[in-house]
């Protein structure tokens, strides 16, 4: 199986190179290759199939519907390998375009189309949909630091039937959040972003900000998210750190 190693914003992937190893991929293989000490490393396993369909695996083996870092570090390696600078992908939820422009050595900057986001509920908790779910909560910057995300990030796993992502978000500016998340199947991460998305529509649609290019700050660097037009693009950097070639026995534990 060959797999390149890849990360944006320190959200780390495995990207499986040919369809037929993702075909073969299941929920064993996946958690042995993301295990950080006894396999390679990450916080999911990602590819596409014989149709170009996602295939998307958390760090516990389980199943992921979306992932807009997952998505530039797929677009950056499979664009490589197959001479392309812009790959569409089909996800549960539609497709979705990833778009090379700019690349220097292995780090690319990349733009992401996200489909439609849908806001299901409101309050202090608002329910996000960016093809995966999202919890948005709203808090003061000053306190966002200093929150326990293992703590709160289980308790909400255990709220909501099938798990959920949570961020905890802060204006930062007029034009700007602070976030740090909690996601489904894997813990607190480095950045995210399907949450990054989801929090910039909600901070428009609450009347934090305004629509437009918000630019959102995860703890491993800073995501824009364009919130005009019929469907919100995610920007930011990936890069490749390394192509490895793994023998079977790695993934039949």
Known sequence: MRLAKAEALGNDFLVVVDPR???RLDATGARALADRRRGLGAD????????????????DGSRAEMSGNGLRCLGQV???VRGLTELTVATERGPRTYRRLERSGVVAIGETTMGEVRLLREGERLLVDVGNPHEVRFVEESVLDDLDLV???ARAQAEVPGGVNVE???RAGPASLRLRVFERGVGETEACGTGSTAAAVAAVHSGLIDAGLVDVHNPGGVLSVDTEGPEPRLRGPS?????IEVPKETIAR
């Open 78 to 80: 499979l664009c490589e």
């Open 151 to 153: 703590e709160l990030g």
């Open 239 to 243: 890069r490749i750190v390394g192509w």
């Open 44 to 59: 999911g396993v990602i590819g596409l199939d014989g149709e170009d369909r996602l295939v998307l695996y958390n760090a």
């Open 21 to 23: 190893d993702v075909e």
């Open 168 to 170: 905890w978000v802060a």
